[in-house]
């Protein structure tokens, strides 16, 4: 059983940057595939990057791509998501996600079902 935590929400004003951590324990990460969805007010969560372990191979929505960058720290077992260039549009619950291993095909990356294990959320609000 993976834990997740997610720490580093808070608030931006547009074109300030911010960085999100997660922070997993309590399984084997050599095959882990952990993500970045996000949920706005009214919306759907959706995916936002996602970063396989073994590899550190990434894959991003294309809105953020240039602009959020996702990496993994091996010895603290934590995935970052570093976002700057912030816009309105941004804000959103961020939610971490973990997958024991990740599909072949890469759009499956983007499907929540993919994901066994999920973080509680963390706030991020953009201002102009």
């Known amino acids: 059983q993976v834990q997740l935590v997610e720490s580093g929400g808070g608030s931006a004003q547009a074109g300030g940057s911010l960085r999100l951590s997660c922070a997993a324990s309590?399984?084997?990460?050599?095959?882990?595939?952990m993500a970045w969805f996000r949920q706005a007010p009214g919306k759907e969560r959706v995916f936002v990057a996602v970063?396989?372990?073994?590899?550190?191979?990434?894959y991003y929505e294309d809105t953020v791509k240039g602009r959020f960058t996702i990496t993994r720290d091996n010895a603290k077992n934590t995935v970052y998501l570093q976002m700057n260039s912030l816009k309105p549009g941004d804000t959103a619950i961020y939610y971490c996600?973990?997958?024991?291993?990740?599909?072949?095909?890469?759009?499956?990356?983007?499907?929540?079902?993919?994901?066994?294990?999920w973080g509680q959320g963390t706030q991020i609000t953009v201002s102009t």
């Open positions: 309590g399984g084997t990460f050599s095959n882990l595939g």
């Open positions: 970063i396989r372990w073994s590899d550190t191979y990434t």
């Open positions: 996600a973990a997958a024991p291993s990740l599909p072949w095909l890469t759009t499956r990356w983007r499907s929540l079902g993919t994901y066994a294990y």
